[in-house]
């Protein structure tokens, strides 16, 4: 397995016969990946005690978490697939955990799970009368729960996600007493200040750091600035 991720490291862009520059490497990876006794599962469990080993070394841990679609749909006879977006798209949604180190070092995979949709789409109507367990978002607690096993007390974690993490069953979720959540806000919560929402006691706090990000996608994209705002207790640098 160290073999067949050098050779896919390296030529990242690559087909796996351009990448392996050798038929006997290239046929060794296929049987690798169609041996149905591997897993995902014992992949990521293979290289974990080294993931820990480094974040452990660490005073603060960024544990990232985010979801991606491996998009298939162009294999028409590969089985196993759902849908992954609103479209007729096939594929399989993975959502991941990366960690972090407090100066931008990537440590690792804490955590990663993968699933398929049965249905291209969910009911929007029903979706609030369900419980957080039985819906896709049950994965950003799950993954929280997951990535900080094994994690020393001493090292401070900050988990990190987007819109889709803003969730009340995620904030309330047990967690070490040493970590801390920063979650993009997609909904006006209640909170105790004497404004009562979080978005207008958002606005009104003091700016605490300001950076400029340059998004090169773009050219003609001038650099947009990223402001955080209010202070308080939890990791610090």
């Known amino acids: 397995m160290q073999e067949t991720i050098r050779v896919l490291s390296e030529h990242p862009e690559e087909s796996i016969p351009k990448a392996s520059q050798n038929s006997t490497v290239s046929q060794s990876i296929y049987r690798f990946w169609s041996n149905k006794k591997v897993s995902s599962k014992q992949i990521n469990e293979s290289h974990r005690p080294s993931v ?42 993975v959502h991941s955990c990366l960690a972090v180190s407090g100066e931008g070092e990537p440590l690792g995979i804490l955590h990663q799970q993968t699933w398929v949709r049965t249905e291209r789409k969910g009911k929007k109507d029903k979706r609030r009368q369900k419980a957080t367990k039985e819906k896709e978002s049950q994965r950003w607690l799950d993954t929280l729960k997951e990535s900080e096993k094994g994690v020393d007390k001493s090292v401070c974690v900050l988990h990190i996600g987007d819109r889709e993490a803003d969730i009340y069953d995620l ?67």
């Open 52 to 93: 820990l080993k480094r974040v452990n070394s660490q005073k603060v841990v960024l544990a990232i978490q985010d979801t991606t679609d491996l998009n298939f749909s162009g294999l028409k006879k590969t089985e196993g697939l759902g849908f992954i977006n609103q479209s007729k798209q096939q594929g399989i949604k």
């Open 171 to 237: 904030f309330v979720q047990p967690r070490q007493d040493n970590s801390e959540l920063l979650i993009r806000a997609e909904h006006n919560r209640k909170v105790q200040h004497e404004l009562g929402y979080l978005i207008p006691t958002l606005e009104q706090a003091p700016i605490i750091a300001e950076k400029t990000i340059e998004i090169g996608r773009k050219p003609k994209k001038s650099g947009q600035a990223s402001h955080l705002n209010g202070a308080g207790d939890g990791c610090h640098y």
